[in-house]
C-alpha cells in the first residue's frame, strides 16, 4: 500500500448500511476527502450516488455502465479535489 494513503475498513452490517455510515461520517467530520467507497454492484453504487447528491455531498460514480469518457472525467475530477 501506498504510505500516502490512509485505509480504514469499516463493517456496516450490510450494504444499506454504507449510506447511514457515510452520513455519520461527514455529520462528525471524521470523512477528510478525498475518499473512494467500494460498492457491492453497480446499482448501488448509482444508488448511493444519488443520495449523496442529495445530501449535498460532491461525489462523482465510477461503473462499467458509463461511458469510457464519463469514467476519465470522475476520475479527472476526483484528482482535482473537485469531488470527494
Known sequence: ANT???????????????LL???QLVGEGKLQPP?????????RAQALFGELLYDGIH?????????????ENAVAKFRKGDTW
Do not use: N
Not at 4 to 18: A, C, N, S, T, W
Open 59 to 71: 461525489v462523482d460514480v465510477i461503473h462499467a455502465g458509463r461511458s469510457k469518457s464519463a469514467r
Open 4 to 18: 500516502d494513503i490512509e485505509q480504514e475498513l469499516m463493517f456496516v452490517g450490510r450494504e444499506e448500511g454504507k
Open 21 to 23: 455510515a457515510i452520513r
Open 35 to 43: 475518499a473512494i467507497i467500494f460498492m457491492q454492484s453497480q446499482e
